[in-house]
């Protein structure tokens, strides 16, 4: 509950200052940016240290993960600095109050908690998938790092050049409809027994279309924002 809590508000500081930081003509750029840091993150601390599970006992990796986010934390030291002016300080709720009094906060709120529904129905089941197949640590530790990594920065460059090209309406509908049904490559290799091949193939697509969708929901968020 602790590590969710934090993990939320750190992801509001990120894009408030990111809000602050960027041009509005910035904005596909830098959402394709950090989408594929976003990603490369997931997969290295996420696929990677199950693929050194192999050797190295979990305790080990933790701790591991823990002193890469101290380093990350310290690193914060030297970006650049953005000041918050004082009557913000003081009136801290009064825009968000103000926000969520209008109309528009409840198709926002209900646009958010389904567009990424899809990516975050299957995240948790995809790794005990592979194990279910029967394939071992290693292989699920280096075929999302080694196949998904170069994909999802690809995916999500890829959708910061889109939305920065055709907008961020036009980005919404054609870079989160392969990542809604990318899910369906899973789906087949359960349904009628594939071989791993085609486990592989699920997981690039899989990647690739994460790493699209992330730059176009990032940017919508940008672009609702004051």
Same mark, same amino acid.
């Given at each position: 509950?602790?590590?969710?809590?934090?993990?939320?508000?750190?992801?509001?500081? $990120?894009?408030?200052?990111?809000?602050?930081?960027?041009?509005?003509e910035e904005?596909?750029?830098?959402?394709?940016?950090?989408?594929?840091?976003?990603?490369?993150?997931?997969?290295?601390?996420?696929?990677?240290?199950? *693929?050194l599970a192999?050797?190295?006992?979990?305790?080990?990796?933790?701790?591991?993960?823990?002193?890469?986010?101290?380093?990350?934390?310290? *690193?914060?030291?030297?970006?650049?600095?953005?000041?918050?002016? *004082?009557?913000?300080?003081?009136?801290?709720?009064?825009?968000?109050?103000?926000?969520?009094?209008?109309?528009?906060? $409840?198709p926002l +709120?209900?646009?958010?908690?389904?567009?990424?529904?899809?990516?975050?129905?299957?995240?948790?089941?995809?790794?005990?998938?592979?194990?279910?197949?029967?394939?071992?640590?290693?292989?699920?530790?280096?075929?999302?790092?080694?196949?998904? +990594?170069?994909?999802?920065?690809?995916?999500?460059?890829?959708?910061?050049?889109?939305?920065?090209?055709?907008?961020?309406?036009?980005?919404?509908?054609?870079?989160?409809?392969?990542?809604? +049904?990318?899910?369906?490559?899973?789906?087949?290799?359960?349904?009628?027994?594939?071989?791993?091949?085609?486990?592989?193939?699920?997981?690039? +697509?899989?990647?690739?279309?994460?790493?699209?969708?992330?730059?176009?929901?990032?940017?919508?968020?940008?672009?609702?924002?004051?």
């Amino acid at each position: 509950l602790v590590l969710t809590v934090a993990s939320a508000t750190q992801d509001m500081a $990120i894009d408030a200052y990111t809000v602050a930081l960027v041009d509005r003509e910035e904005q596909g750029a830098a959402n394709g940016v950090r989408a594929s840091a976003y990603r490369v993150a997931l997969v290295l601390l996420g696929s990677g240290m199950v *693929a050194l599970a192999t050797w190295l006992p979990w305790s080990v990796l933790f701790w591991a993960a823990a002193l890469v986010f101290v380093g990350l934390g310290l *690193a914060v030291r030297w970006v650049p600095r953005l000041d918050v002016p *004082a009557e913000a300080r003081v009136h801290w709720l009064t825009p968000f109050a103000g926000w969520i009094a209008t109309w528009r906060a $409840i198709p926002l +709120i209900l646009f958010v908690l389904t567009y990424k529904l899809g990516e975050f129905a299957i995240g948790p089941m995809v790794k005990p998938f592979w194990v279910d197949r029967g394939r071992s640590l290693l292989e699920i530790g280096l075929v999302p790092t080694a196949l998904g +990594i170069g994909l999802s920065i690809a995916g999500a460059l890829a959708g910061g050049a889109f939305m920065q090209r055709y907008g961020t309406l036009t980005a919404l509908w054609a870079l989160g409809l392969p990542q809604a +049904i990318s899910n369906l490559g899973y789906a087949a290799v359960a349904l009628w027994g594939l071989p791993w091949p085609a486990l592989y193939a699920a997981s690039m +697509i899989d990647s690739f279309s994460g790493g699209l969708g992330t730059a176009a929901f990032l940017g919508f968020f940008l672009a609702v924002c004051d």
